[in-house]
């Protein structure tokens, strides 16, 4: 399994990102997807998951209508756009198999991850 992170960067509040993950190593369309994130000092955070076909996602409660995920099975990539960011959004993250929270923690822990993108947001 290998997850390749892209797109983040430095960005005033208010401002927007969309993060890239391509994949390779495993059949992506059969497999949900999430992003997760870690904060300077503190736990991973799952922060959005998306089903194997792109119709069912889910946030948590932070990011909710500010964050959109995507994914795009041909090219076998999951993306986060990102809206209206705030300071509390800083952080590297990760995307990762699974759906819900659990799952996804859990698959991050067994290594399904890369080396992740820095999101810095801040004036």
Known sequence: VQLVESGGGLVQPGGSLRL?????GFYFASWPMSWVRQAPGKGLEWVS????S???TDYTDSVKGRFTISRDN???TVYLQMNNLKP???????????????RALQ???NGSRGQ???VTVSS
């Not at 890239?20 to 390779?24: D, F, L, P, R």
């Not at 998951?49 to 194997?52: D, E, K, N």
């Not at 800083?90 to 659990?102: K, R």
């Open 20 to 24: 890239s993950c391509v994949t390779s």
């Open 49 to 52: 998951g998306v089903g194997s």
């Open 54 to 56: 792109g119709r069912s």
């Open 74 to 76: 041909t090219r076998k």
């Open 88 to 102: 509390e959004d800083t952080g590297v993250y990760y995307c990762t198999q699974g759906y819900a929270e659990d």
């Open 107 to 109: 698959m991050f822990g």
């Open 116 to 118: 992740g993108t820095q």
